[in-house]
C-alpha cells in the first residue's frame, strides 16, 4: 500500500482505523462546529505574493522559541487521550517527535505519563499543557512532576473553564474504555472519565474537577510552583494578550481549542494579526488550529506567528501507522513548509514577513 502524499490523504485513511466514539471525540467540534470549519477556511482567505530571483539553493527552517532550539517552526500540539487512537498513544507521538526534531506539548490527560513520555525525549523539548483542578495539591503535584522530569514550560490551557457542548460525544456518551486511564491523575487521586447516561464523561469530568474560578491574579499563584516559562493557550484578543505580557507570562498560543469550546469564536488565524499589533516581539506568539498544509505555516508566520501547533494531523498518522504515522505527517508538513518558503523566496524564517501575505 502506497503511503498517504497528504495530511488529508492521512485523514480518510484513519477514519478506517478508529472506532466511531474514538472517531468522534478526534474530529469534532463544539455546537454547529462553525469555528471548527472556519479554522480551515481561515487559511484560504489569505494568498501569497511571492518574491522571485531569490537564492533559495539552501534553507534554514530552525528557530528559537523560549531560547529553546528547535529544528522547525512546527510543533506538536497537547492532545488527550493518544491512546484510543494507538496502543503506544503519547509514547509513540513522543519518540516520532525526537526522531524529526519536533518539540511536542504532553496533554494533563494523556494516556502514557509524565514520566513515561519524559523517558523518550533526547534533545528536543518537551512542554506540559496544564489543567488547573479544584484541587490544587493535585495541580502541584503534576507541575513538580514535568518539572522532575525535564519538560521545559508549561502550558495553560485558559479556554476552557468548563467543556465546550461537543454533541458528537454527548450522543457517544463518550469514556474512556476498558483497561484505558488517566495516566497522569489515577495515581494521583484516582480520577477517571466518568461514564454518564446521556452525556459526554469528559463533559461531566471538567464540571466535577476542573476549577471554573480561576483568573489572572492565578496566574501569580501558578509562577510561585515553578521556575518554568510559561504559555497561556487560548488567547484570541489583543487585550488579553497585553495582559498576559503585563502578568510576565512568556508566551501565548492562539487558539479557539481547535473549534471545541465557544461555537462562532474567531479563527484563531483572523485573531493573530491584532494580537501580533498589540503585543510585537514582547512575546512569543504560536498558533493552532486548522493547519494542514506548509503554505497554512508559511501563512501563519507571516502574519507574525512564531511557530504553529499541529494537532489532529498527528492523531490520524498515530491511528494510521503509530510512531511511523507520526513521523510521516510531521515529514510532509515539514517538507512542504520547505518547498513554500523556496517557491516563496524565502530562504530562512527570517524572511518571512507581512508583505508575503495578503
Do not use: W
Given at each position: 500500500?502506497?503511503?498517504?502524499?497528504?495530511?488529508?490523504?492521512?485523514?480518510?485513511?484513519?477514519?478506517?482505523?478508529?472506532?466511531?466514539?474514538?472517531?468522534?471525540?478526534?474530529?469534532?467540534?463544539?455546537?454547529?462546529?462553525?469555528?471548527?470549519?472556519?479554522?480551515?477556511?481561515?487559511?484560504?482567505?489569505?494568498?501569497?505574493?511571492?518574491?522571485?530571483?531569490?537564492?533559495?539553493?539552501?534553507?534554514?527552517?530552525?528557530?528559537?522559541?523560549?531560547?529553546?532550539?528547535?529544528?522547525?517552526?512546527?510543533?506538536?500540539?497537547?492532545?488527550?487521550?493518544?491512546?484510543?487512537?494507538?496502543?503506544?498513544?503519547?509514547?509513540?507521538?513522543?519518540?516520532?517527535?525526537?526522531?524529526?526534531?519536533?518539540?511536542?506539548?504532553?496533554?494533563?490527560?494523556?494516556?502514557?505519563?509524565?514520566?513515561?513520555?519524559?523517558?523518550?525525549?533526547?534533545?528536543?523539548?518537551?512542554w506540559f499543557q496544564l489543567y488547573i483542578h479544584k484541587d490544587r495539591s493535585l495541580t502541584r503535584n503534576l507541575v513538580e512532576r514535568a518539572e522532575k522530569s525535564g519538560f521545559s514550560a508549561l502550558c495553560l490551557t485558559v479556554d476552557a473553564p468548563l467543556l465546550g457542548r461537543r454533541e458528537r460525544d454527548r450522543h457517544n456518551q463518550f469514556t474512556l474504555p476498558s483497561g484505558m486511564e488517566l495516566a497522569n491523575l489515577t495515581a494521583i487521586k484516582d480520577l477517571a472519565i466518568p461514564e454518564t447516561v446521556g452525556e459526554s464523561g469528559l463533559f461531566t469530568y471538567f464540571a466535577q474537577q476542573i476549577d471554573p474560578s480561576i483568573t489572572w491574579g492565578d496566574l501569580e499563584w501558578l509562577r510561585s510552583q515553578t521556575q518554568l516559562p510559561i504559555l497561556l493557550k487560548g488567547i484570541l484578543r489583543g487585550d488579553n494578550a497585553k495582559k498576559a505580557v503585563e502578568y510576565g507570562v512568556q508566551g501565548i498560543i492562539v487558539s479557539n481549542h481547535g473549534g471545541r469550546q465557544l461555537d462562532g469564536a474567531i479563527a484563531s488565524l483572523d485573531a493573530l494579526p491584532e494580537i501580533v499589533k498589540t503585543v510585537g516581539d514582547r512575546i512569543e506568539i504560536l498558533i493552532d488550529g486548522g493547519i494542514r498544509r506548509g503554505t497554512d505555516v508559511l501563512k501563519a508566520l507571516a502574519l507574525g506567528a512564531k511557530a504553529v501547533l499541529v494537532g489532529r494531523p498527528i492523531l490520524w498518522g498515530l491511528a494510521v501507522s503509530g510512531e511511523a504515522g507520526v513521523r510521516h505527517v510531521l515529514e510532509l508538513l515539514r517538507d512542504e513548509l520547505d518547498l513554500a518558503m523556496a517557491l516563496s523566496g524565502c530562504p530562512s524564517l527570517r524572511d518571512i514577513d507581512a508583505r508575503l501575505i495578503t
Open positions: 500500500m502506497s503511503l498517504p502524499i497528504n495530511l488529508f490523504e492521512y485523514e480518510s485513511l484513519a477514519k478506517k482505523h478508529l472506532s466511531q466514539m474514538a472517531l468522534d471525540y478526534y474530529n469534532s467540534g463544539a455546537g454547529d462546529e462553525l469555528t471548527l470549519q472556519d479554522n480551515r477556511a481561515a487559511f484560504d482567505r489569505y494568498r501569497l505574493r511571492p518574491r522571485m530571483l531569490i537564492d533559495v539553493s539552501q534553507r534554514d527552517l530552525t528557530t528559537t522559541i523560549l531560547g529553546q532550539s528547535l529544528s522547525m517552526p512546527i510543533l506538536i500540539a497537547p492532545m488527550a487521550f493518544q491512546c484510543l487512537a494507538h496502543r503506544e498513544g503519547e509514547v509513540a507521538t513522543a519518540k516520532a517527535a525526537q526522531e524529526i526534531g519536533a518539540a511536542m506539548v504532553l496533554s494533563t490527560l494523556s494516556t502514557k505519563s509524565i514520566e513515561e513520555v519524559a523517558n523518550e525525549r533526547k534533545n528536543i523539548p518537551q
